[in-house]
C-alpha cells in the first residue's frame, strides 16, 4: 500500500511539475529533463508513470479540461450552451494551455500514430457529448443529423478559438452565442 501511495505522490508530482514547466516555458521549452528536475525525480521514475512527455501534457491538458466540464459524472445533464460556455472558458480561461493542446493535437497528431488515436477520440467524445445535448434539446432530430449538428457547433467554436488565440480581441464568447442561436433557430 505505501508503495502505491509513493507512485501516487509521485504522478501528482510529475503533473504539477509539468504545469510549472509548461507555464514558464511552453512547449517548446518543455524537456523531460526539466519536467524530472522541476518534480525532483529521476527519468526512470517518470517512465514508470508515462509512456512519454506528450502523455504527462495531455493528462495536464484533459485535468484543465476536466475543470470546466459542466457535468464530469457524464449524468447527461449538461446543455448545449453548458458545454460551449466550457469550451470557451477553457480556453480563454488558460490561453497558454489551450495554445498547447492545440499545438500537440495538431504537429503531434499529424507525426505520431498514438497521439493521433488519442486526439481524434477525444474529439469523439465531445461530439458525441454535444449531439447528446442537442437531441435532448431538439428530440426531432434523430441521432446522425445531431450527430451533424454537433460537427457543425464544433467546428465553429474549434475555429473561433483558434482565431482568437492568434487575436485575444477576437470576440470567441459573443460568436459562439451566436453559433449557439444559429443551431436553435434550425
Known amino acids: 500500500m505505501a508503495r502505491y501511495r509513493v507512485g501516487l505522490e509521485t504522478r501528482r508530482r510529475i503533473l504539477e511539475a ?5 507555464g514558464d516555458r511552453g512547449l517548446d521549452g518543455t524537456t523531460l529533463k526539466a519536467i524530472c528536475d522541476e518534480a525532483g525525480i529521476g527519468a526512470g521514475s517518470f517512465y514508470n508513470l508515462f509512456d512519454s512527455k506528450e ?3 495531455l493528462q495536464v ?23 460551449s460556455d ?15 493542446y492545440v499545438q500537440i493535437a495538431v504537429s503531434g497528431g499529424l507525426t505520431d500514430e498514438a497521439l493521433r488515436v488519442r ?3 477525444h474529439h469523439e467524445r ?20 445531431a450527430r451533424v449538428e454537433a460537427q457543425r457547433v464544433l467546428a465553429t467554436l474549434t475555429g473561433s478559438a483558434l ?10 464568447s459573443d460568436l459562439a452565442d451566436r453559433a449557439l442561436a444559429v443551431l436553435h433557430s434550425r
Do not use: M
Open 126 to 145: 465531445r461530439v458525441d457529448r454535444f449531439a447528446a445535448a442537442i437531441r435532448r434539446e431538439r428530440p426531432d432530430l434523430d441521432a446522425a443529423a
Open 55 to 57: 502523455a504527462a501534457v
Open 18 to 22: 509539468t504545469r510549472v514547466v509548461l
Open 86 to 100: 466550457a469550451f470557451v472558458k477553457f480556453i480563454t480561461g488558460d490561453p497558454e494551455l489551450a495554445r498547447i
Open 163 to 172: 482565431y482568437w488565440l492568434l487575436d485575444p480581441s477576437y470576440p470567441l
Open 61 to 83: 491538458v484533459r485535468e484543465a479540461i476536466r475543470a470546466v466540464d459542466p457535468d464530469p459524472a457524464g449524468g447527461g445533464e449538461d446543455t448545449v450552451a453548458d458545454l
Open 119 to 121: 486526439v481524434l477520440a
